[in-house]
């Protein structure tokens, strides 16, 4: 089944303690992103890939870092989270950046405290 | 990035009835997509128009690109219950996307 998988789905962490949320997908896309959803918001996007060690800023990076050694996966890292990066993030795929449909991950809630 | 707004915020609707949210971009968009977020679930793809003008149908919703590529519209008619949800568009590229349209339904 094509899919993009997240892990944690859920987490509560403290501020400071550096997280890594994973995101893999099957499709062979070459085109990833991770995305914050807040409420009034909608989504907004973090960073993205357009493919193996590609990696650029999207709207809202400041506090988080990415990695993309492997086409299946896209870490998103939080070296010190704080109270506002607390937040549903998902992580999408696609074939490229602009044709084609993106498939989204089932979303990762994080809360900061 | 590009701005994309979207309107209403929130929309609620008599089951029934018709209604349709507008997105709107500040630049040119080289196509947009919708999507559609069940309350607790993530987002999914429902259509892409690429053409200036274009007009697309998926059963009961009717997707509109307009004719300088700057703003789009989702029409349903005859809301179900099972329409509710958030709406989202997003312009291609320099990926962006609205805030979206939650939609509530009144049985």
């Known amino acids: 089944e094509a899919q993009v998988t997240q892990n944690p789905r859920y987490l509560i962490t403290v501020t400071g303690k550096k997280l890594t949320v994973t995101c893999s997908q099957n499709?062979?896309?070459?085109?990833m992103s991770w995305y914050r959803q807040d409420p009034g918001l909608g989504l907004r996007q973090i960073y993205y890939?357009?493919?193996?060690?590609?990696?650029d800023k999207g709207d809202v990076p400041e506090g988080y870092k990415v990695s993309r050694k492997e086409k299946r996966n896209f870490p998103l890292i939080l070296e010190s989270p704080s109270p506002n990066q607390t937040s549903l993030y998902f992580c999408?795929?696609?074939?490229?950046?602009?044709?084609?449909?993106?498939?989204f991950g089932p979303g990762t809630r994080l809360t900061v405290t | 990035g590009q701005q994309v707004m979207q309107i209403p915020q929130y929309q609620h609707v008599q089951e029934g009835e018709d209604f349709t949210t507008y997105c709107n971009s500040s630049?040119?968009?080289?196509?947009i997509q919708w999507y559609k977020q069940r309350p607790g679930g993530h987002p999914v793809f429902l259509i892409q128009l690429v053409k200036s003008g274009e007009v697309k149908k998926q059963k009961r919703l009717t997707f509109q690109f307009g004719e300088a590529k700057k703003n789009s519209s989702l029409h349903i008619t005859a809301t179900q219950t099972t329409d509710v949800g958030t709406y989202f568009c997003a312009g291609r590229g320099k990926l962006s996307f609205g805030a979206g349209t939650t939609v509530t339904v009144r049985a």
């Open positions: 499709m062979n896309h070459e085109y």
């Open positions: 890939s357009m493919n193996v060690e590609v990696t």
């Open positions: 999408a795929s696609s074939l490229d950046k602009v044709a084609y449909e993106q498939y």
């Open positions: 630049t040119t968009l080289s196509n």
